[in-house]
């Protein structure tokens, strides 16, 4: 419409014009609103011939009848494409383990988090409402290292083995809670009651994982002096405070490697480093 | 979008209020030319031009105050639209509203996931990105495609004459034509442009070009006399801008500038506004279509997500995305892509296209008015028909002359050759001398030699009071005796001047027989539209007049009584020879063609029949009349198929009689049309809801040419002014040009279809997985990059290379698109796109999706509700169905495998769909796979995905290697669907207008 508008202007007065049509004055009207909402409605229902939204009953249920029909041959197929492909593929063992997975190498996880959404770990030192969701999310965690269902065919002690682990791949390494320490325990409220609260890391499980081992040479300096040549097979794990909080929480622990093909848990008690009564743990 | 909407009603309510304003003046404009400048008395008229002596002039002082009056004699130019406005323009409108319309509900979307989440979710952000960019980028490319075109105005001032000879205060002036005034006594020579518009007070042979303003061929003599009733017609005015050919004028100027006839067209010409084209009302409704499907969509799949406990925040984040998701980014660059490339091919054909989106409209016509001098003739007078010895003998009338059929052994008589006076040097004074010579010269021969032999001693010129023309000549023969006259002129004039007639070299005296003969063959050639000229010849004796007699060619001193008479020679304006051809052509692919022009109705009939726009078994009431030697009021209208219309007629016609003509006869002529007439034609074929291109060349037909759905101007013949206001010129001047335009457009009409039904299908496996991910909370399947890379990048070439594709059946057989009906988009092609297509492709994009995820531990039942620690980055160990703990970051890598994998599918599964939609009723094995592009197409859109996938650098967008492997499952479904789209097009083809023919045939 501008450049119309700038035609009047622009046009000397004796013949300035701008186009009116005589299509709009006779012949075809331009449609008016009503015009519109009447089309509308006999879209929606036309008496006449009986049609709904452009179609009769029967035209319908012969659309969407065949649609249907369609689709489920489709699904069908894709179904049946599903149901050879979870036929063949092992239900034991994941198809793409160590190199050909996406995994490569295990994660760090972490216990508490009762929350799915965030890594915070916030109780009031004292008050056991605060953080008894804690309590249970560790408790169920931990039950199931107790002792009596650690034993079995299944189970190996691994406590002795420094070097990579060779025979009986198929058994899981045997962990003892105790190792966690005395505070960590039930009884203390896993520490939360003083205001120190264990945090169970843990690494992820991963199928046909082969860790490599530093040499003196490969080894970082981020951790040469805490590494000894002697047990490479010890994973070291560095724990970094936020900024944001003034604690500046730095840990080193550490896992033993061997162990890994079976449920692999340790934990370190960040005690001592977090005098505070608010905790906050992040991980990467 | 409601709201949008109503803005734009009331915007539009506002300038239609506007416009009523200026309505009456364009009313004006449109209306026939009123004035009686040219009827009054010469006397009455100085009276009121206050010329109070014509021999002087006006005074100084009035021609002063006049020009301060009425203004400079010029043609003011409209006020240009800013080059900024006309991008702007292009930016948004149509197709780009709606990516518009996308990217600002991206950046919406963002915004409120700020509120939700640090930082924001990035993907919205980006994509809102990506669509203006897309928007801009190919809003640049139409601007510069389309920029090439100026305005209307700039070509008319070409026309305007730079200098004028006046008579003011009795002296003769040569002043500046931009202030010549109303009064001002011009003198014209030939040579010149009309400086005004002018009347007549005296002349000498003053002869006018007019053809640019009515369409005439020749040249038109001018005369004090008033003659006609229609300014156009009469002989006593001479027009702004038309140039003089011969002789010499004095004349009064009537009307100066804007308000003279030819500034009457250029206003009507520039103030006409081009209506929107049918490909961008096809768009347009295309939009509606995909926007209804998308509101849909986003409603439905909104409501459900609050309904399944999301957050309203979160509720409109998806409603926002899954509207975005069906904005098909890449189909506004594919359509302008197609358009110009057929418009490049236009182009190599002789056939400019100015307006990309014209590129389809001659495709969709539905009606031609032709212009008749220029277009569908050949703009030179040619004999075409010579009587003689009692018979009719037809002459060569083809462009190039070379066949030459006409009798030439029979005696042709030495005069007709002879009598062409003037030398042939003087070639492109008349035209109707012109086509004399030409002729003379395949008969006889060397007519300069024979001009030569036989010198010229006097010549009485053509005037109107006489019509006829005589020159006296020596022979070549030294021994004659006699020197010899001839005369040529109106046959009867000539005729009552003859004594007797030759008859194969025999003189006989003229009697009765001889003039039933005559008549008979001069009403034969004149009913043939022809214009037709006698010929006679004299031997005037040495003895009496000798060499050195002196002849008075003022005072004629010699007889003119008592000739011998020759024959008659009749002349045409004739066809191109391509036209007849074309014409019928047209005529098959159901296109209605209606010759418009200026001329003579008989002329024009008879060019009509000649073209086949009036076709031999078809008559006109008159014609019916007399086969059947009845009144013509007696006739049925309804066994007069053609008709013959004439401007006097159409003047009193109201626009439903002219309806009426239209809708009824098939075979329809205008003759004798003004410019505005022309306009009004074109407009009442419009009411009747037809498509329409108008053809023609001169500055006359501008105002149909733009008013026109499809305006065609004559590249070669065509002044340019029609250039300007035509949407397309034949570079060639050549008719049959606008079949090959015509072949064109429907063909990318068919191909645009193909090309949209390919593009819209990848939206379902875009959206698809989207839904999915709302509803059963999965990992998302498919991400924005990767939809950004098909819809931008794999898709783009293989949709593009559908505009390559040949026609499936003669698309020059079946009748023109129903504008109301046959839609580029329609809910049929909706349905396939989405409804079968598509789903095979978002079936094959789910089946890798969880053979994937199956592979690296997560079993499909496992992933139900999965989303939330899925996507949390707060779970670090998140365990599939092997008991494998997953970190955030390895999640992510494997949701980006699938993306990537997801991508891949539909590109796979698109190889199908583009072979699919090479045909859309034959099956491949009749059709082939001819078309190389598209074939390169399919191993560029591989190639591509490849190199998307597996280059190292790609992992910044979030692409992942997939293993080889991955490529293979897709092409399962790739196969069945390709099957599947066979066999549905072989039960199309089985059951016409069958039950899959009606649901499934776009």
């Known amino acids: ?284 | 979008m409601a709201e949008l909407g109503e803005g734009m009603e009331r915007r539009k309510k506002m300038s239609i209020r506007q416009s009523e304003i200026q309505f009456k003046k364009l009313d004006e404009l449109k209306g026939e030319l009123e004035m009686d400048e040219h009827q009054i008395p010469l006397q009455e008229l100085f009276q009121r031009l206050e010329l109070a002596n014509p021999e002087n002039g006006l005074t100084n002082e009035q021609a002063a105050e006049f020009l301060i009056k009425y203004g400079y004699n010029e043609l003011t130019p409209p006020k240009t639209t800013p080059e900024w406005v006309k991008f702007l323009k292009t930016m948004f409108t149509g197709f780009s509203l709606l990516l518009w319309l996308g990217a600002g509900l991206c950046y919406i979307a963002y915004g409120i996931s700020l509120l939700e989440v640090e930082g924001g979710e990035k993907d919205n952000l980006w994509l809102g990105i990506v669509l203006m960019s897309v928007v801009i980028i190919t809003s640049v490319f139409t601007y510069y495609q389309e920029s090439k075109s100026s305005s209307i105005m700039e070509s008319f001032k070409n026309l305007v004459p730079q200098h004028a000879v006046v008579v003011r205060g009795g002296e003769i002036l040569n002043i500046n034509a931009r202030e010549v005034v109303k009064g001002d006594v011009v003198k014209v020579k030939f040579g010149d442009s009309i400086p005004a518009d002018i009347r007549i007070i005296q002349c000498h042979g003053f002869k006018v070009d007019n053809s640019s303003l009515t369409g005439e061929s020749e040249p038109q003599s001018r005369l004090p006399e008033f003659t006609h009733p229609n300014p156009l017609e009469t002989k006593n005015l001479a027009f702004f801008s038309t140039s003089a050919v011969e002789g010499t004028a004095t004349g009064v100027v009537i009307l100066t500038g804007d308000n003279s006839v030819m500034g009457r067209i250029a206003g009507l010409a520039s103030g006409l506004e081009a209506g929107e084209t049918p490909i961008a009302k096809e768009i347009s409704h295309f939009i509606h279509l995909i926007t209804g499907v998308a509101v849909f969509l986003g409603v439905s799949f909104g409501v459900v997500a609050f309904a399944l406990g999301y957050t309203w925040i979160k509720a409109i984040v998806f409603f926002i995305g899954i509207i975005v998701a069906n904005v098909p980014e890449g189909l506004l660059a594919t359509v302008t892509v197609c358009l110009t490339l057929t418009a490049k091919r236009m182009a190599k054909k002789n056939c400019l296209v100015k307006n990309l989106e014209a590129v389809e409209t001659l495709g969709s016509t539905s009606t031609i008015c032709s212009d008749k001098t220029g277009t569908l003739t050949q703009n030179r007078m040619t004999v075409a028909h010579m009587w003689f010895n009692n018979e009719i003998y037809e002459a060569d009338t083809t462009e190039d002359q070379s066949a030459n059929m006409f009798a030439r052994s029979s005696k042709t008589p030495r005069g007709l050759s002879l009598c062409p006076i003037r030398p042939l040097k003087k070639c492109n004074g008349d035209a109707s001398e012109v086509a004399l010579l030409k002729c003379a010269e395949t008969t006889v021969g060397n007519i300069s030699a024979l001009q030569k032999e036989n010198p010229k001693l006097v010549e009485i010129p053509f005037n109107s009071a006489n019509k006829y023309q005589v020159s006296i000549h020596k022979t070549s023969d030294p021994k004659d005796d006699f020197l010899l006259m001839v005369m040529k002129g109106a046959p009867e004039r000539i005729l009552e001047r003859c004594r007797t007639y030759l008859k194969r070299g025999e003189e006989y005296e003229i009697n009765s027989r001889f003039l039933d003969d005559f008549d008979k063959a001069y009403l034969d050639l004149g009913g043939r539209g022809e214009r037709v000229l006698g010929f006679a010849d004299l031997k005037l004796k040495k003895a009496m007049y000798p060499e050195s007699y002196p002849f008075n060619a003022d005072d004629p001193n010699f007889p003119l009584m008592g000739l011998r008479f020759l024959g008659l020679m009749s002349m045409i304006d004739p066809p191109r020879a391509a036209v007849p051809d074309a014409v019928a052509k047209c005529r098959s692919a159901g296109i209605k063609v209606i010759m418009v022009t200026g001329d003579h109705p008989i002329t024009a009939h008879a060019i009509a029949k000649g073209v086949g726009i009036i076709t031999p078994n078809c008559y006109t009431v008159e014609e019916v009349a007399t086969l059947r030697g009845i009144a013509v009021e007696d006739v049925n209208p309804d066994e007069a198929r053609a008709i013959v219309v004439q401007g006097e007629k159409l003047k009193n016609y109201s626009p439903e009689d002219l309806d009426q003509v239209l809708r009824h006869h098939y075979e329809i002529v205008f003759a004798r049309t003004s410019p505005q007439q022309k306009l009004i034609i074109v407009e009442g074929c419009q009411r009747t809801g037809a498509i329409v291109a108008v053809t023609g060349d001169g500055v006359n037909d501008s105002p149909a040419l733009k008013q026109a759905d499809i305006g065609v101007a004559m590249g070669i013949a065509g002044s340019d002014v029609s250039k300007q206001a035509a949407d397309m010129i034949l570079l060639d001047d050549n008719f049959a040009s606008i079949v090959m335009g015509v072949e064109e457009g429907r063909l990318i009409f068919d191909n645009l279809k193909k090309s949209i039904a390919y593009t819209l299908t990848s939206n379902i496996p875009e959206i698809s997985p989207f839904l999915i991910y709302i509803t059963m909370s999965v990992p998302l399947p498919l991400g924005v990059v990767t939809i950004l890379f098909i819809d931008l990048g794999t898709d783009m070439y293989p949709a593009i290379s559908l505009a390559y594709e040949s026609s499936e059946l003669d698309i020059m057989k079946r009748r023109p698109r129903n504008a109301k009906t046959d839609k580029l988009v329609n809910q049929r092609l909706i349905s396939i796109a989405y409804g079968m297509i598509g789903m095979f492709q978002a079936l094959a994009g789910f089946f890798i999706y969880i053979v994937i995820m199956a592979e690296n531990g997560f079993w499909a039942c496992d992933l139900l509700n999965i989303r939330e620690r899925w996507d949390s980055k707060a779970v670090n160990s998140l365990a599939d169905s092997y008991g494998q703990e997953w970190t955030y970051y390895q999640r992510k890598r494997l949701e980006q495998t699938c993306h990537t994998a997801f991508f891949i599918s539909i590109v796979v599964v698109q190889w199908a769909d583009l072979i699919i939609s090479k045909t859309r009723r034959l099956s491949l094995f009749t059709h082939g796979m001819k078309n190389w592009v598209l074939n390169s197409a399919i191993v560029f859109e591989t190639v591509m995905a490849a190199a998307i996938a597996y280059l190292p650098f790609m992992s910044q967008l979030n692409v992942q290697y997939v293993r080889p492997i991955y490529w293979l499952y897709p092409m399962l479904y790739c196969a069945f669907l390709w099957m599947a789209d066979e066999m549905r097009r072989y039960i199309l083809r089985m059951h016409p207008q069958g039950f899959v023919e009606r649901e499934t045939y776009y």
């Open chain 1, 1 to 284: 419409m501008a450049s119309a508008a700038s035609h009047i202007s622009g046009y000397s007065t004796t013949s300035s014009a701008l186009y009116q049509s005589t299509l709009a004055s006779t012949g075809i009207q331009r449609e008016t609103f009503g015009d519109r909402m009447t089309q509308t409605k006999n879209w929606l229902f036309n008496p006449e011939d009986g049609t709904v939204m452009g179609r009769t009953p029967i035209d319908w249920i012969l659309v969407i009848g065949g649609f249907i029909l369609f689709i489920f041959t489709l699904m069908g197929m894709s179904a049946a494409f599903c149901a050879v492909f979870y036929w063949v593929v092992d239900w034991n063992n994941p198809t793409l383990q160590g190199a050909a997975s996406i995994l490569q190498t295990p994660g760090l996880g972490f216990r508490p988090q009762p929350d799915v959404t965030t890594t915070l770990v916030r109780f009031v030192k004292g008050d056991g409402s605060s953080y008894v969701h804690y309590l249970d999310h560790i408790e169920a965690y931990i039950q199931y290292y107790e002792n009596e269902l650690q034993v079995g065919d299944n189970y190996k002690d691994c406590s002795e083995i420094r070097t990579r682990r060779t025979e009986e791949l198929n058994k899981v390494c045997v962990f003892d809670p105790i190792v966690l320490g005395g505070d960590c325990v039930k009884q203390q409220n896993y520490g939360f009651d003083d205001g120190q609260p264990c945090i169970l890391l843990k690494l992820n499980r991963i199928f046909n994982w082969k860790p490599e081992e530093y040499t003196n040479d490969t080894v970082p300096s981020i951790i040469r002096n805490v590494w000894t040549a002697e047990d490479p097979w010890w994973i070291t794990v560095r724990c970094d405070g936020d900024v944001r909080s003034p604690l500046i929480v730095s840990a080193i622990g550490g896992f033993r490697a061997p162990c890994i093909p079976g449920q692999l848990l340790m934990i370190t008690l960040p005690s001592g480093l977090c005098p505070s009564d608010t905790l906050i743990a992040h991980d990467h």
